[in-house]
């Protein structure tokens, strides 16, 4: 059976490349007038083909030039759309000098280390009392316990802080992807000083509170910890509930997709609901059952915070609904693009989302690919096709967007196929009883059998991943560059071109030829990260190291009460933690890290282990520090103190 050609040239391409190339654009800086210029020059370049295509021949022969001005129209509304929604600058004597802010709760997330509350300023006060407003301002609030609600407009005092990348850290781009999500600042918040102004209620808000109490249902059931977390991960979208180790096992075996809300949930979600709407059908009413699923569909989509990726498939299932009310032939290729394009007229910004960009990549590598690959037939062999198209899907999607998620997370998953196996069959069926559980709690009569159940699946899940991964790797290390992923995607969207758009060689040896350059270039970027780098961390409470070695980061904590020695390859580094009377270590160490209870000359301490660098832990009070720096100082020995100058980085 021949698969159904998909079109390439939607209706809807053009429109999404040139609001990509507009909102690209205006981050180097492009504003408003550009953006008009653009449209003004669109509108000139319609009205000059139009004059010049009176015959029909004439506009036959410039059909494919109405194309420019079709693209240099969204250009324009691409910067000025990213341009109004451009993160406003305050001034940094503006900055230094602020004492009060006010401002609207746009969300709150409730972490372990406090809350994080995401505000949108209306105005900050400086120390003489001047109030300056502001606009596109979002701030990034921490505090122990915020005693108010989303869409509450708070008064607190504050000092606003530019969003930096952490020295104690390796990762080096966190401000740049607060940036391009419109937040520049932070603010440390105390809860007894806000003072809630008032309530402007909004659709946001209101759908805010009814996750939270959808979240705190889940938490009030009798499941185990951790199978509330991963309830609360899947169905409201929420992975911060989800521990670390999870995260990562769920990343290492290739499913980390079934905690983020994509495709697969609000698909599992809508065939419940058109499963339970099916009485319509039988009595003629059809049109009702999709009528109220697609308005389910969206509820679920608010609820679950609108995330990108979530509004992309509510999207798609909505225009194939359309399509099935008005008997039209539904295009999945243009529904992709026209519910990109949506999320981009209403935020530009999204193109940098990491959930939107992997949705995407991998929903057309399932239209483009998986039908052609599939050469079971379906009328003749219906449960093998099935079968097929589940195998067919996993490998497509993760070889289309392999180099995407190296990039962002540093690994390759090389159990992606047993562990999809394994996992996606069971998913549909476990939000379904989890669904069922949920609501008879809601009644007050718990089916206490299907809480065991969902226990014991999901200790099952996690046990076969780790029984999977055990003794051997279940995912490989890997950096590569952008130019890999740019070589890699283009390559991709060449071989679609070439099975979709008449399989021309050319086509075929162009995109042989960038998925070759892309794996070459792999290994030279991973040379360049394969050194083992560390930072000494300035932190008050005891001696901490951050060992990166390739994409793996660890935390090494030194022996409190004691003397003790660790080597990061080549540095040899010494950690002393007691007064060091009778202690007898080889000399020469690259680094002697000095904490309170060592009460130690720095005399002695030069003595006995000659340290290229004397590091000053905070833990040391602020007067013993300055003794100990001059005393270096005179001494002629290298000092470092970590609270004055920061960690010590080796990279």
Excluded at 491 to 502: D, E, K, P
Excluded at 548 to 555: A, S, Y
Aim: charged share 15%.
């Amino acid at each position: 059976m021949e698969p159904v050609k998909v079109r390439l040239n939607a209706p809807m391409l053009i429109p999404v490349a040139g609001l990509v190339a507009g909102t690209l654009i205006a981050i180097q800086g492009a504003g408003f007038l550009i953006g008009a210029v653009c449209i003004l020059l669109a509108i000139i370049l319609y009205e000059l083909l139009g004059g010049y295509s009176n015959s029909p021949t004439k506009a036959f022969r410039l059909n494919k030039w109405h194309y420019s001005w079709v693209a240099m129209l969204f250009i324009g509304a691409g910067i000025i759309a990213a341009d109004l929604r451009r993160p406003a600058e305050i001034p940094d004597d503006r900055l230094q000098n602020t004492v009060m802010a006010h401002g609207h709760i746009a969300g709150i997330e409730h972490r372990t280390s406090g809350d994080r509350v995401t505000l949108d300023l209306t105005a900050i006060m400086d120390t003489a009392g001047r109030v300056y407003p502001l606009k596109n301002v979002r701030v990034l609030g921490y505090a122990d316990d915020v005693n108010a609600g989303v869409d509450d407009n708070i008064i607190f005092p504050c000092r606003l802080q530019r969003i930096v990348n952490s020295a104690n850290s390796f990762d080096t781009g966190y401000a740049r992807r607060l940036a391009r999500q419109g937040v520049l600042y932070s603010a440390d918040m105390v809860s007894d000083s806000l003072r809630v102004t008032g309530h402007s209620a909004t659709v946001s808000g209101f759908f805010h509170d009814l996750r939270d109490r959808f979240v705190a249902s889940i938490e009030n059931t009798m499941l185990a910890k951790d199978t509330q977390r991963f309830l609360i991960t899947v169905l409201a979208g929420d992975k911060s509930f989800l521990d670390p180790d999870r995260r990562e096992l769920f990343a290492d075996a290739g499913i980390s997709h079934i905690l983020a809300l994509s495709g697969l949930h609000v698909s599992i979600i809508a065939g419940i609901l058109l499963w339970l709407l099916f009485p319509f059908n039988i009595v003629g009413l059809y049109q009702w059952r999709y009528a109220i699923a697609v308005p389910a569909i969206w509820l679920y989509a608010f609820i679950t915070g609108l995330s990108p990726s979530t509004v992309r498939a509510a999207g798609m299932m909505t225009v194939m609904i359309a399509c099935l009310l008005i008997e039209r032939k539904n295009s999945p290729w243009n529904s992709l693009l026209l519910a990109t394009f949506l999320i981009l007229v209403f935020n530009p910004y999204y193109i940098f989302d990491i959930g939107l960009q992997l949705s995407f990549l991998c929903v057309a590598s399932l239209i483009f690919f998986a039908p052609y690959l599939n050469t079971v037939d379906h009328h003749s062999h219906p449960l093998l096709y099935t079968v097929a198209a589940f195998l067919l899907a996993s490998l497509c999607t993760t070889m289309a967007s392999w180099a995407l998620s190296a990039y962002y997370f540093g690994i390759f998953p090389l159990l992606f196929i047993p562990a999809n196996i394994v996992a996606l069959p069971l998913l549909p069926i476990y939000i379904v009883l989890a669904l069922i559980y949920l609501l008879s709690c809601v009644c007050g009569y718990p089916f206490h059998f299907l809480g065991t159940t969902l226990d014991f699946m999901y200790h099952g899940l996690t046990r076969s991943l780790e029984w999977m991964g055990n003794g051997s790797a279940t995912a490989l290390n890997l950096n590569v560059s952008w130019i890999t992923v740019a070589l890699w995607i283009g390559a991709v969207a060449m071989l679609a071109i070439w099975l979709h758009a008449g399989k021309k060689k050319s086509i075929l040896a162009a995109a042989s030829a960038m998925a070759v350059a892309a794996i070459v270039l792999i290994p030279f970027h991973a040379d360049a990260d394969s050194d083992q780098k560390f930072i000494l961390q300035s932190r008050p409470d005891n001696v901490q190291i951050l060992v990166k070695n390739c994409n793996d980061i660890n935390t090494l904590r030194m022996a409190t009460n004691t003397v003790s020695e660790t080597r990061i390859g080549n540095t040899r580094i010494i950690s002393a933690d007691c007064p060091i009377s009778g202690v007898t270590f080889a000399k020469g160490c690259d680094y002697l890290i000095v904490t309170r209870s060592c009460t130690d000359d720095v005399s002695v301490l030069d003595s006995i282990f000659k340290p290229r660098v004397l590091v000053i832990h905070p833990s040391v009070r602020r007067d013993r520090e300055q003794q100990m720096l001059h005393h270096a100082d005179s001494l002629g020995i290298a000092v470092h103190s970590l609270r004055l100058d920061g960690p010590i980085r080796k990279e």
